[in-house]
């Protein structure tokens, strides 16, 4: 059996929960709790539907308050419409930015930057105001701290022409330090911009970073391709409830911050290819305001062999979210890493979705340029995911592919 893995400040993590567990009213009532002295991993887990159904005096510490000072109210996209708010401290998030910008000295320029102009696209669910809308003006999408939402409809496929020159329009206005972006809408907004023959859509200067969702590789060779600056592309991990919780380096290995965080890798269902895999459990260190202990994210990880560049943060491979894998007969996931590796950045591919009809049957849809569709190649792919799965692959080409309730582009379509 594959054991636990753990990274970071053992005794701040264990401080951590000795606060929520004295100023903390669902910590303090929760049954089963350990007495102190306890190992931390005899900790019930914590997950997102205890903060959603005690939100906001049962998980923000006793004496504090949404509204204080310097206090940020988050707001997490909700896949399913589930979506989680919570609060944190401005400062514990600069922290852990700071932290993860550092990993990669593609980004240095940021860090010497006093306020990092930024634009960000992705669903309309992550921010709170209001993108979704044609009407909504260039003002209503500006945030306290200076970032700028571009405009972007729930269905991210049906976005309309009119909200796509807006979007390109600011971006190339706006100028700023950091393009922050899901990867599957950001490949879009460059498509789209092809499209309208606008051949030069991401501003000089402009660092690239992309979390929300997995990237796709035909999603990265779109973003690549439209870098014509030597703009920077790194991956990040974060959250709505954290903030930055990882970030690629400049060798390319996504790291973990163990250093803002205690991590622990659990162990769980093994991968379609019989190495192990880990949901990430987080807890948060220092947070005097909403305290998170063994916090179960939903995210799939590998471990990555050993990185140059130098750091001792845990090297991690992104696998996507357990709810978005899909489980083989025999009970092993395919998760979206794995699903992507098979499919790769073939140029005739731009998005794609693969759902389970049941009993081993599964459709692969997709869109793409029919120009560059290679016939003999599509009938390679459809034998790689019919290996991969274990089942009858259908495949076709789609006009449409819909996002998920929250806005986010979801490659699995596991169980619909």
Not at 29 to 35: F, H, T
Not at 116 to 123: F, K, L, M, N, S
């Amino acid at each position: 059996m594959t054991r636990l893995l753990a990274f970071g400040d053992y005794d701040a993590a264990y401080r951590e929960y000795d606060f929520a567990r004295r100023n903390v009213p669902f910590f303090r009532s929760r049954e089963a709790a350990p007495v102190p002295g306890a190992a931390f991993d005899q900790i019930p887990p914590t997950s997102k539907a205890d903060y959603r159904a005690n939100f906001p005096f049962g998980i923000i510490a006793e004496g504090r308050l949404p509204t204080d000072p310097h206090v940020q109210r988050l707001q997490s996209s909700g896949t399913e419409g589930d979506r989680l708010s919570t609060v944190a401290h401005e400062f514990l998030l600069a922290e852990r930015m700071w932290c993860c910008l550092t990993l990669n000295r593609d980004l240095e320029p940021l860090l010497r930057i006093p306020k990092i102009r930024t634009c960000r696209y992705a669903a309309p669910n992550c921010s709170d105001v209001e993108c979704a809308s044609p009407t909504a003006t260039t003002a209503d999408r500006i945030l306290p701290d200076g970032t700028l939402i571009l405009p972007v409809h729930h269905d991210l496929l049906t976005t309309p022409d009119r909200m796509i020159e807006t979007a390109l329009r600011e971006l190339a206005e706006y100028r700023p330090d950091m393009i922050y972006a899901d990867p599957t809408h950001l490949a879009f907004l460059i498509r789209s911009a092809r499209r309208l023959g606008i051949e030069d859509p991401i501003p000089a200067g402009a660092a690239i970073v992309l979390s929300y969702s997995f990237a796709t590789e035909v999603s990265l060779r779109a973003i690549r391709g439209a870098a014509r600056h030597g703009n920077p592309v790194v991956a990040a991990i974060s959250m709505s409830e954290f903030g930055y919780l990882g970030m690629q380096c400049h060798c390319g290995t996504l790291h973990l911050n163990s250093s803002d965080f205690y991590l622990e890798l659990l162990p769980t269902e093994a991968a379609a290819g019989g190495e192990p895999l880990f949901e990430l459990a987080v807890t948060s260190v220092g947070d005097r305001l909403c305290p998170h202990v063994r916090y179960l994210t939903g995210d799939l990880y590998r471990l990555a062999d050993s990185c140059a560049c130098g750091t001792g943060m845990p090297g991690v491979q992104l696998e996507g979210r357990c709810k978005d894998s899909l489980t083989l007969a025999d009970g092993r996931l395919v998760t979206p890493h794995a699903l992507d590796a098979a499919i790769g950045a073939r140029p005739w591919v731009d998005i794609y979705q693969i759902g389970a009809r049941g009993s081993g049957d599964y459709d692969f849809r997709f869109i793409g340029d029919p120009a560059e569709e290679d016939r003999e190649d599509c009938d390679r792919l459809q034998g790689a995911l019919e290996t991969l799965l274990q089942g009858r692959v259908r495949m076709g080409r789609a006009a449409y592919l819909p996002a998920a309730r929250g806005g986010k582009f979801m490659t699995i379509r596991a169980g619909r």
